[in-house]
């Protein structure tokens, strides 16, 4: 007879991808244990191979969870009714807002992505590239005489720019709503005026 699904599996799953996501940021991927996830996650090893087979699949799932989900929130805020330079501002404060509460999801993006299988760190980069392209757009619509058919000059400013933002927690971890809005706003005004922008 196969085994029941418990009610708070959901729960119990996110729990451990949290308290993984967190271990594996701060010990590193390589020197974590399933025994360490398990002290943090307050539950015994094997209940967490009862979830995840390995290490391996829990990195994956955290990869997949954060950076499926940044894609789907930064994607569906798009806003194209704006003016193309207020859509860009939308979207530098959105992606900024959706990183809030994953400094170590971002963190294991950043450091473990080349752990997993080629295959697995192909599906990664098509979401990073969903959104590259997202950003990509909205700076050529709020300065197409800027890039007209230079891609490697809207390329350089799209990833400037997803360098400042993804790099935010290190100065202002803890950051709230009201500080991310406001970084967002300096980034965007030096994106279109430049310096005498801010």
């Not at 191979?49 to 290490?55: A, I």
Request: with cysteine; net charge negative; hydrophobic share 40%.
């Amino acid at each position: 007879m196969a085994r029941t699904i418990a009610k708070d599996h959901d729960q119990k799953r996110e729990q451990i991808l949290h308290a993984a996501a967190k271990i594996f940021a701060t010990e590193g991927f390589d020197r974590a244990s399933m025994a360490q996830l398990a002290r943090e996650c307050g539950i015994s090893k094997a209940n967490i191979y009862h979830y995840y087979d390995s290490k391996d699949a829990i990195l994956f799932d955290i990869l997949d969870t954060y950076l499926s989900g940044l894609r789907d929130v930064v994607l569906s805020a798009d806003e194209p009714s704006l003016s193309p330079e207020d859509r860009l501002r939308s979207a530098i404060r959105e992606i900024l807002r959706a990183y809030q509460g994953s400094d170590y999801e971002h963190q294991v993006q950043l450091n473990a992505l080349s752990s997993l299988s080629e295959e697995q760190q192909d599906m990664m980069r098509a979401y990073q590239r969903d959104m590259v392209r997202f950003l990509s757009d909205c700076l050529r619509g709020a300065a197409p005489e800027v890039f007209g058919d230079d891609r490697a000059k809207l390329r350089a400013v799209t990833m400037s720019i997803f360098g400042m933002l993804n790099w935010y927690y290190m100065w202002n971890s803890g950051a709230g709503a009201q500080a991310r809005d406001d970084y967002a706003r300096l980034v965007a005004d030096l994106t279109l005026q430049g310096l005498h922008g801010i």
